[in-house]
Structure formats: C-alpha cells, structure tokens
C-alpha cells in the first residue's frame, strides 16, 4: 500500500523553531535535547519543546545537511529547530524503523542533499510503499525488512572500517640507492596562503582557474575563479598540502592554481628546480610525515612541516639530488598509487549502493 507521508490519518510532518545558541541551556531543567541539521546527535538542551505529543514514534531528518535520519521512540521527549525536520506515525502498525529505511530509498531517488534542501514543500511528492495483507499493515513483513537492512547496516559498518584503514596507509617503495635527509624548508618555499576564498567567493568570481581546499585525494575544488583578481595568490607547477583535515596527503599541482588558506603550497626553490621531480618528492613527503606521526588530529603548519626530513635520492658519493633515481621511484610510487585509488574506489562504490530489500 502506497502512503504520502502527508497522509494525515498516519503521519503528522512538521519543522522546528528557530533556536540560537545562547538559548541552549544545561543543568537539571535542560530536559529537551534539541536537534538541528545532525539528527543523530542534539545540538544542545533546552527546558521546553516545541513538540507537544510524544505519545507516538517519531522519524526526524535534517533539512540542510546530508538528508539523515534517526527514529526517536515514543515516550521519548525532544525538540526541534527550524533545520530538523518530524514524522509523527500516528498508527502503531506502522514501524518506525521501516519508514525510516523507505525514506533513505527516497533520498536516492530524489537526491536531496546539501544543495537540494529536504523542505518539506521538497519532500510533498514522496510516497512509502508499507507492507498490507488481509485488510491491515503487516507488522510481520516490516519487521523482518528492518532485520534485512540491520545485516545490510553490519557489512557496510566493516566495509567503512575497511575504508577507513586503507585511507590511512602511507604508500612507500623500497629505496636501492643512495639517499640523504634534506629538510623540507631547504627544498621548499612555503608560499604565502589566501585568506577569504571560500566557496561564496569563488561563487562571485567565476572564471577557469581551480581553487583546491582540503580533501583525502586531492580533487576537492571550491570552484573556479577568473585569473587575476589583485587580492588572490595564484601558483602554478608546486606541490601543495593539507594543514588540517586530511594532514599528511601531498598533491602534484600542474598549470594555475590557487588554495583557501588550509591547503598550503610547496615551491621548489631555485637552486633545486633541476634536480627535484615533484612526482617522487610528493610521495616521499607523504612517507617522511608519516614516520614523524603527523596524521588527522594535528595540523601541519609550516613551522612543523618545515624541519621534516625527507630521503632524497643522491648522485653516488656526493649530497647533489638524483633526478634519474627520483623519477624512477616515482614510477613505481604512482603504480603502487593506482592500485590503492582502485580499491578506495570499489570500497566507496560498494558504500554508495542502494540497496532495497522489500
């Protein structure tokens, strides 16, 4: 049977109320935990709700965030603001935890995300099949769906893991030949940083020149900006870096580039431009600040990154870079590269199925 969650004889759907964060309370009276644009998490208390029935279960998603869902019982009091949205199940043979799994289905098909809002005039055409059998919901059947996508939930819990694991190996070759330790400040200049570009900016500044923030692989952009805004450092052919986030990924950038403030750029100073292959001093950079325990919890600004030793190659009996044995290492560093980006590929595929079982 085939339901509009604006079906009033099952479901009451509304939002929340504007909350700001000097009304969050705390202490004993701070009862009602209120929740935003997270539903899985509150983003505070309050000592009163906006919602005056808890007698029924409750599916509540966020409006401006990744379009999640959490079920909150009946009995169970809460509040919400104006970026959290409520599903009331006023029938009792509807299974709160069914609806939920028919409305991630939808988020597919609808595609609602941080860009399309799930308001609730975008969420008016969205329509739930619930199990029906001999003139009645059938508790049974939806029961037994949920225990499906519980096994569906436990495999993409060890996919993520994997995931996660295979995200956090450092990519590195054995070295058959001389190396020294160069300081990264002494290769490397650390170009000044751009304040103020974010995505807002590059939204008023449209043109072909990538801005690159933050990310694991290296491809997120902001946008694209015109060439030659007075008020922005461009870079081209450098090395650049993540000082939060994903700290210690290391990027080869070719061509006109620019970065907000938290990726930094890396130029090759002149005394070395003929012997330093990016290519290689990427993943030897990469290998130097795992070894020096850099990671995801600590920034990497330039005073830390700067006294980093990295293994250069080095021309037999002399401390002058090998340009021949970095490229070659480079080669079998991007060979190893591709094989990782191949499984992180296929794991993230496998997180992004959509699975229906009903």
């Given amino acids: 049977m085939e339901i509009s969650i604006f079906d009033k004889a099952y479901f009451d759907v509304f939002i929340g109320r504007r909350v700001l964060h000097d009304e969050l309370q705390h202490g004993e009276t701070a009862t009602f935990p209120v929740y935003s644009a997270n539903p899985k998490k509150p983003l505070g208390y309050l000592d009163h709700s906006n919602v005056d029935d808890f007698s029924c279960d409750c599916v509540i998603w966020g409006i401006d965030g990744n379009w999640d869902f959490a079920v909150l019982?009946?009995?169970?009091?809460?509040?919400?603001?104006?970026?959290?949205?409520?599903?009331?199940?006023?029938?009792?043979?509807?299974?709160?935890?069914?609806?939920?799994?028919?409305?991630?289905?939808a988020r597919q098909v609808y595609g609602y995300d941080r860009t399309l809002r799930a308001s609730l005039k975008a969420m008016a055409p969205i329509t739930v099949p619930i199990p029906f059998c001999d003139g009645q919901f059938d508790v049974q059947e939806q029961d037994r769906v949920v225990r499906q996508y519980r096994t569906v939930d436990s495999i993409r819990g060890e996919v993520s893991g994997l995931l996660r694991e295979v995200l956090s190996q450092t990519i590195e070759v054995t070295v058959d030949c001389e190396v020294e330790g160069f300081s990264v400040d002494r290769v490397f200049k650390f170009l000044p940083t751009n304040s103020g570009v974010t995505w807002e900016f590059c939204r008023a500044h449209l043109g072909t020149v990538p801005v690159y923030?933050?990310?694991?692989?290296?491809?997120?952009?902001?946008?694209?900006?015109?060439?030659?805004?007075?008020?922005?450092?461009?870079?081209?052919?450098?090395?650049?870096?993540?000082?939060?986030?994903?700290?210690?990924?290391?990027?080869?950038?070719?061509?006109?580039?620019?970065?907000?403030?938290?990726?930094?750029?890396?130029?090759?100073?002149?005394?070395?431009?003929?012997?330093?292959?990016?290519?290689?001093?990427?993943?030897?950079?990469?290998?130097?600040?795992?070894?020096?325990?850099?990671?995801?919890?600590?920034?990497?600004?330039?005073g830390r990154l700067g006294g980093v030793l990295v293994d250069i190659p080095v021309v037999l009996g002399t401390s002058t870079?090998?340009?021949?044995?970095?490229?070659?290492?480079?080669r079998r560093y991007s060979r190893l590269h591709e094989l990782w980006r191949d499984t992180v590929d296929q794991l993230e595929a496998l997180l992004s199925l959509s699975v229906d079982l009903t």
């Fill in 73 to 105: 019982g009946r009995n169970q009091p809460f509040a919400t603001t104006d970026h959290c949205g409520t599903i009331r199940v006023k029938d009792a043979n509807i299974r709160a935890d069914y609806l939920l799994r028919r409305l991630e289905i």
């Fill in 213 to 302: 923030g933050c990310s694991e692989d290296g491809s997120k952009l902001l946008g694209r900006i015109a060439d030659g805004l007075p008020e922005v450092k461009y870079y081209s052919n450098s090395i650049t870096y993540n000082r939060n986030g994903s700290v210690g990924r290391f990027f080869v950038r070719y061509g006109t580039f620019a970065t907000n403030e938290d990726h930094r750029v890396l130029s090759v100073r002149d005394e070395f431009r003929d012997t330093i292959d990016l290519e290689y001093m990427r993943f030897a950079l990469e290998v130097a600040c795992s070894n020096e325990g850099f990671g995801y919890t600590n920034k990497l600004g330039a």
């Fill in 321 to 330: 870079p090998d340009l021949g044995h970095q490229q070659v290492l480079a």
